[in-house]
């Protein structure tokens, strides 16, 4: 058998120095906004499909002449025509958001992509995210070996007692979940089938394409989002369906923006398969990077990456699909992105007396304040990964990136009562939510009615 990848030519996708994101110009109008409603009917509409398919080509034909290999990636394994040491790069297309990713062997080849592809794309050079800021472990890990917990635990005023007493219980809804992955085997989840990728940490890498497996943790962190979401006892919604793409490390909490749109490009490929394509869907985020700019990074760059990332979101909600994401960990005053954007549904943390947690960031602008809801983000009980032993384990975490996960499940139970758009669920939730006010600062707590 003939290899064609020596060491010496596997692509190193995870320095920011090779790896770009093109993004379509004609996405944007004069304040970086997505205008086009291209991806709105993508999940149901072949000509939309077609539409976003003429982006890439025009992508594809320009790298190509840049002497790039496309890395055609199947469902499973990425399959290169020839050796990497014969072409400048690798680059892959993401058919479901019109964008494309390329890497390039030398660094110093950027500049004549930029200047071939400048009329036409932003050429963003990826750039990395993270979890926001950890409070604290999980302490105590609880084990319930034999039985599951019995009851939410939820406040009587969220409304989730209410809505499982009536039968709604998220069923019949999707929910993408970004993070640490999933312990598809904890007694929370292993009743069902999750549908699952791993991104790994150089996904345009062939040696080590994005695969779908049986879903797993190292961190934990995915897990108890998960089980806040839909844990068949713990959970919201405990009959929502479940669609996880690992894409944070478990080791440094990181990752990039680049493996973040394979995830989601995934995401909306699996919300449209026929069995999928007309079920409500949204997606829970608990990353991004800090508002406040990145040290050693000009500030023109920085609004490049916001651009970018901004554009990546409202391509999310142009598929009809709500992006909600946790505002950030640092504090009044202090937040993150994408949650600090104005079309994703930023989410702070409250306790469950109805306290905004000294931790949840906030946003005060002439144009945009934030967060745009709060959800309950202090001592939450949800799963966290097995032992060795096979045994499941639970833990109490802080954090908007629990408060996220359960605003997530509060709107799986509106779309599973009455199909909606993502603007109109974003109404439904606003609409709905109890006002808390504590000192100087009011909190609206999303909750069930």
């Not at 290899?3 to 993004?23: E, P, R």
């Not at 499940?409 to 609409?431: E, H, K």
């Amino acid at each position: 058998m003939t290899t064609l990848f020596s060491q010496a030519d596997i692509l190193t996708a995870g320095s920011d120095g090779t790896g770009v994101l093109l993004v379509p110009k004609s996405a944007f109008d004069s304040d970086g906004i997505v205008t086009t409603a291209r991806v709105a009917a993508y999940r149901t509409s072949p000509s939309a499909r077609r539409g976003l398919g003429h982006v890439e080509e025009t992508a594809a034909r320009r790298l190509e002449r840049l002497g790039l290999q496309e890395v055609a990636t199947s469902d499973l394994v990425a399959q290169p025509t020839a050796p990497l040491s014969e072409t400048q790069g690798v680059f892959a297309r993401f058919t479901a958001l019109g964008l494309t990713a390329a890497y390039f062997r030398d660094e110093s080849r950027i500049a004549a992509a930029r200047g071939a592809l400048q009329d036409d794309f932003e050429v963003v050079t990826n750039f990395s995210l993270a979890l926001p800021t950890r409070l604290r472990a999980p302490g105590a890990r609880l084990m319930h070996a034999t039985s599951m917990p019995v009851g939410t635990g939820w406040p009587t005023v969220s409304g989730i007692d209410t809505a499982h007493r009536q039968n709604v219980r998220g069923a019949g809804v999707l929910v993408g979940v970004l993070d640490t992955g999933i312990d598809a085997d904890h007694q929370q989840f292993h009743a069902r089938t999750i549908p699952f990728r791993y991104v790994s940490f150089d996904p345009n890498n062939p040696a080590s394409p994005p695969r779908d497996v049986r879903g797993f943790d190292l961190d934990g962190h995915g897990t108890h989002v998960c089980g806040i979401i839909a844990g068949s006892t713990v959970g919201v919604a405990p009959e929502a369906e479940l669609v996880v793409a690992s894409v944070i490390e478990s080791e440094t909490a990181r990752t990039s923006l680049i493996r973040v749109v394979y995830g989601l490009n995934w995401l909306l490929h699996e919300f449209k398969a026929p069995a999928n394509a007309t079920k409500p869907a949204v997606v829970n985020l608990s990353l991004g990077f800090p508002s406040t700019g990145v040290l050693n990074v000009p500030l023109k760059e920085y609004k490049t990456r916001l651009r970018a990332m901004e554009a990546v979101l409202n391509l999310l909600i142009q598929a009809n699909v709500l992006p909600i994401v946790a505002i950030g960990n640092d504090g009044p005053g202090r937040f993150g992105y994408p949650g600090g954007f104005r079309n994703a549904l930023g989410v702070g943390a409250v306790d469950h007396g109805g306290v905004i947690a000294p931790f949840s960031g906030s946003r005060t602008s002439s144009r945009t304040r934030k967060p745009d809801i709060y959800g309950y983000g202090v001592g939450i009980y949800s799963s966290l990964e097995r032992d060795m032993a096979n045994q499941s384990f639970y833990g109490r975490l802080d954090g908007t990136s629990m408060a996220a996960p359960f605003v997530a499940g509060i709107a799986a139970l509106y779309l599973c009562r009455s199909r909606m758009s993502a603007a109109a669920l974003r109404t439904t939730l606003l609409t709905n939510a109890q006002t808390v006010k504590t000192g100087r600062r009011s909190a609206l707590i999303a909750r069930y009615v």
